[in-house]
T-cell receptor, first 114, second 112 residues
């Protein structure tokens, strides 16, 4: 099973809302990632968790709050977002989070902030 | 500046034609990955190259990594409409272990 699942597929939220994105994998991977992708641009790394600990935070605004409750699950909590945060949010996982590892991506959550 | 340069930015080919997409880095790479993405969807892993001079093939797609591990090419033979999409190269750069960076992508259109 090389599948990474993400829910929801689409999300529309107002600037005062609180919502969460969910990502799950059952490949036994110990590294999980959040990427943000704007239209016609490549994915940009936001966060990396390795062994359930946050190892990389690419200076992401605090209105994005990641959480890794266990090795299979990764959440991204959203609060007080701005319209410019509208994008495709991609989750990925890999074996350990080291160099040269293949990352397996989920289908993404398309977020629209009104 | 962009750490991975991809070319061309877009490509339109007639079905059945061969094509090549290139990805270049100014630094030696730990590994070079090729992904395909349909607009608004997730990235589908195609191939990973790690050794200098390595070449891998899957169905009609062949990827090569040069000896210096700074340039890769993706070649599609006898293109089909199902090959259409955005092709992205990705890599881990030195001192950035685990922090994959991506090229800007190449949008491929295959005309039937």
């Amino acid at each position: 099973d090389t599948e990474v699942t993400q829910t929801p597929k689409h999300l529309v939220m107002g600037m005062t809302n609180k919502k969460s994105l969910k990502c799950e994998q059952h490949m036994g991977h110990r590294a999980m990632y959040w990427y943000k992708q704007k239209a016609k641009k490549p994915p940009e790394l936001m966060f990396v968790y390795s062994y359930e600990k946050l190892s990389i935070n690419e200076s992401v605004p605090s209105r994005f709050s990641p959480e890794c409750p266990n090795s299979s699950l990764l959440n991204l909590h959203l609060h007080a977002l701005q319209p410019e945060d509208s994008a495709l949010y991609l989750c990925a996982s890999s074996s350990y989070g080291g160099a040269g590892e293949t990352q397996y991506f989920g289908p993404g959550t398309r977020l629209l902030v009104l | 500046s962009q750490e991975l340069e991809q070319s061309p930015q877009s490509l339109i080919v007639q079905e059945g034609k061969n094509l090549t997409i290139n990805c270049t880095s100014s630094k030696t790479l730990y590994g070079l990955y090729w992904y395909k993405q349909k607009y608004g969807e997730g990235l589908i892993f195609l191939m990973m190259l790690q050794k200098g001079g390595e070449e891998k093939s899957h169905e009609k797609i062949t990827a090569k990594l040069d000896e210096k591990k700074q340039q890769s090419s993706l070649h599609i033979t006898a293109s089909q409409p199902s090959h259409a999409g955005i092709y992205l190269c990705g890599a881990d750069l030195p001192l950035n272990a685990g922090k994959s960076t991506f090229g800007d992508g190449t949008t491929l259109t295959v005309k039937p």
